[in-house]
């Protein structure tokens, strides 16, 4: 699938709403309660993504990758790290989605890469990312891409219904 990695605009925040619930549905069934993923609202992630673009954070990017003809059909977050205690030199992969039929196209490590040197551009020298313990697909994913998990497991994620959530990490080295 060809796309377009680009720096997300606040006009995209519908259609990464979109996605956002669309890739929860597919990725997590099964995963998650059949209950909280139908609850899952496009508006809600709508307003968060708005928000979120329109204040953006120093040193975090919005991706989004987008078909020739302008449809996204997935997209990346990453920033500082969110984990208390965490060294100011460490990045966040927060988010990296795709809708269905971009699955296991390229669409998604391209994102990735694309997020990774985002983060090295803005001087973070290594990563981490939090991922649902139950998520073998994204876990084989982040695994190939050189992520490794550090032994850490939370059950912090209130969006993932308090499931546990493994911390994989990384060096940024150039």
């Given at each position: 699938m060809d796309v377009i990695v680009r720096d997300a605009t606040v006009e995209d925040a519908h259609a990464i709403a979109d996605v956002h619930v669309a890739s929860w549905r597919w990725a997590y069934r099964g995963q998650l309660s059949d209950d909280l993923l139908s609850r899952l609202s496009v508006d809600d992630r709508e307003t968060m993504w708005t928000a979120c673009l329109l204040g953006p954070e120093v040193g975090a990017s919005v991706l989004v990758a987008s078909t020739a003809d302008g449809r996204i059909v997935g997209f990346a977050n990453a920033g500082r790290s969110r984990d208390d205690g965490?060294?100011?030199?460490?990045?966040?992969?927060?988010?990296?989605?795709?809708?269905?039929?971009?699955?296991?196209?390229?669409?998604?490590?391209?994102?990735?890469?694309?997020?990774?040197?985002?983060?090295?551009?803005?001087?973070?020298?290594?990563?981490?990312?939090?991922?649902?313990?139950?998520?073998?697909?994204?876990?084989?994913?982040?695994?190939?891409?050189?992520?490794?998990?550090?032994?850490?497991?939370?059950?912090?994620?209130?969006?993932?219904?308090?499931?546990?959530?493994?911390?994989?990490?990384?060096?940024?080295?150039?």
């Amino acid at each position: 699938m060809d796309v377009i990695v680009r720096d997300a605009t606040v006009e995209d925040a519908h259609a990464i709403a979109d996605v956002h619930v669309a890739s929860w549905r597919w990725a997590y069934r099964g995963q998650l309660s059949d209950d909280l993923l139908s609850r899952l609202s496009v508006d809600d992630r709508e307003t968060m993504w708005t928000a979120c673009l329109l204040g953006p954070e120093v040193g975090a990017s919005v991706l989004v990758a987008s078909t020739a003809d302008g449809r996204i059909v997935g997209f990346a977050n990453a920033g500082r790290s969110r984990d208390d205690g965490a060294r100011s030199g460490t990045g966040e992969l927060r988010a990296l989605y795709l809708l269905r039929e971009a699955q296991g196209t390229g669409v998604g490590r391209s994102l990735h890469d694309e997020a990774i040197a985002r983060l090295r551009d803005a001087g973070f020298t290594d990563a981490t990312l939090w991922v649902l313990e139950t998520n073998e697909l994204a876990r084989r994913f982040y695994e190939r891409a050189g992520w490794r998990w550090d032994g850490s497991v939370s059950e912090h994620m209130f969006e993932c219904g308090n499931r546990p959530i493994v911390r994989y990490a990384r060096e940024l080295s150039r």
